[in-house]
């Protein structure tokens, strides 16, 4: 199935300033992968069948890595609606825990809450079985061997990094169809804002769209 994002502005690499950027642009994502990148009258013209996701006066751009995902799935607990005690994560939560499922469930939570960030992209590594179960199906990407030195940090790593440097990878063709959709800044600043993310793509699935 081919699918059309379009939003108004979609950049592609935010890490490299020479990179091209696309007023009223799109993202053409065919299953899982990225076809064609460019403005979208172009791209819907060449492909009128294709399903349009129309993004408003949003921003497209690649999707977050949080350098955070060991403490935040391993040691930080994420709360159960029901428990009605917030959503933010509970510093050490899961220290000394023994009970696998309610590691697990904390870890699902988590990670629902990562991608309702825009994230696409967490560092590891996982040492707890049903956390590592929990990151496998979630889709993310998970990059090895940095988490454990990032210490704490937030679901949303906006709030901590400036966009180059949070951003994962660029959205290419041929790649994998990972990207996030966010709100523009003041004045249509070109770059996403810490808890504005309207939509999150992983390998061309729409698995977070903000209600």
Avoid: I, K
Avoid at 61 to 86: C, I, K, M, Q, S
Avoid at 89 to 96: Q, S
Avoid at 135 to 151: E, K
């Amino acid at each position: 199935m081919l699918t059309l994002h379009r939003a108004a502005l979609v950049l592609p690499d935010p890490a490299d300033p020479a990179a091209p950027s696309y007023a009223d642009g799109a993202v053409l994502v065919r299953d899982e992968l990225v076809e064609a990148v460019g403005p979208y009258a172009a791209l819907a013209a060449a492909h009128p069948s294709a399903r349009v996701r129309d993004w408003g006066d949003a921003l497209l751009t690649p999707g977050l890595r949080n350098p955070f995902g060991h403490w935040l799935l391993e040691r930080a607990y994420h709360p159960d609606p029901r428990e009605e005690v917030g959503d933010e994560p509970v510093p050490d939560g899961l220290a000394g825990e023994r009970d696998e499922t309610r590691c697990g469930a904390s870890a699902r939570r988590g990670l629902q809450r990562m991608l309702g960030s825009g994230v696409t992209a967490v560092a590891g590594p996982f040492e707890r079985a049903p956390v590592r179960t929990a990151v496998a199906r979630s889709g993310l990407v998970v990059l090895p061997g940095t988490g454990a030195d990032a210490g704490a940090g937030p679901l949303d790593p906006l709030a901590v990094l400036p966009p180059a440097e949070a951003v994962h990878g660029r959205v290419a063709v041929g790649g994998r169809a990972d990207f996030a959709v966010f709100a523009r800044g003041a004045g249509g600043a070109d770059g996403p804002l810490a808890g504005s993310c309207r939509a999150t793509v992983l390998a061309g699935r729409l698995l977070f769209r903000r209600r």
